[in-house]
């Protein structure tokens, strides 16, 4: 074999293997680029799911205790009772509108989460899960026909409605207490979707035993505030009073 065969087959073996070698690193950079590019993709579901809780957590939070504090006076203080049934005109005015406005604005949160999360890929992560289990626990209570009468029992739907009518699309806000009363005595359409919730809070004001559902509801409640505020940072331990199921 003269020299110039030796040298032209020398140099095609190194081009063959230059041109495999470079193959290779190029998948290898594509493979290496598409990893980086779906753990970029994570990181920035993950930062956009811990700000979505982070902004929605307190809300959430301060509504969901406002709601079963409501339900612990009605239970274990005999507040409607005693403001509602035996009370003056502006004193029953103020247990019915309260009583709706604390349940209408726990709704209005879970809308406003409802919509946000719908926008984002939560994944499998845990705690994304538990907040929705409690939820749905809420809920059910809620909408259960498990019960010997239909007193406060807000059908799953109407849950939706009530949070829908009390919050905007375009800033996340929920309707204060003096709108929420000014939209009952001004606008008839928006005052008949809580008339079903109305008419059970007024029957709930003549009975003298705990009523289960508004029971098991308020330790739902506190199930999911203990999950949101497991250190008790916003509210101490003295404030987390739990009704006894029956």
């Not at 579901?45 to 409501?70: C, G, I, N, T, V």
């Amino acid at each position: 074999m003269n020299t110039e065969l030796v040298v032209a087959s020398f140099s095609g073996a190194v081009a063959l293997s230059s041109v495999l070698l470079s193959s290779r690193f190029s998948r290898k950079q594509t493979l290496l680029a598409a990893q980086l590019e779906r753990q970029g993709a994570e990181q920035l579901k993950l930062a956009e799911h811990q700000d979505l809780m982070s902004q929605r957590r307190d809300p959430l939070l301060w509504a969901a205790y406002d709601f079963q504090s409501r339900l612990f006076n009605i239970v274990d203080r005999e507040f409607l009772n005693f403001y509602y049934a035996h009370g003056h005109e502006r004193d029953r005015a103020y247990a019915l509108r309260s009583t709706l406005h604390v349940a209408a604005d726990y709704f209005g949160e879970v809308e406003l989460l409802r919509r946000k999360i719908h926008f984002l890929d939560l994944g499998n992560r845990e705690s994304s899960r538990t907040v929705v289990r409690h939820l749905t626990a809420i809920s059910n209570v809620l909408n259960s026909d498990g019960y010997d009468d239909p007193h406060f029992r807000v059908f799953r739907s109407n849950q939706r409605a009530l949070g829908e009518l009390v919050t905007s699309n375009s800033n996340d806000r929920r309707l204060g207490y003096a709108e929420f009363c000014r939209r009952l005595d001004t606008d008839a359409d928006f005052a008949s979707w809580f008339e079903p919730l109305s008419d059970g809070i007024r029957e709930l004001a003549s009975w003298t035993r705990p009523h289960p559902r508004l029971v098991r509801l308020q330790v739902a409640l506190m199930d999911l505030i203990d999950f949101l505020d497991p250190d008790a940072d916003r509210f101490p331990d003295h404030r987390r009073s739990r009704l006894s199921l029956p």
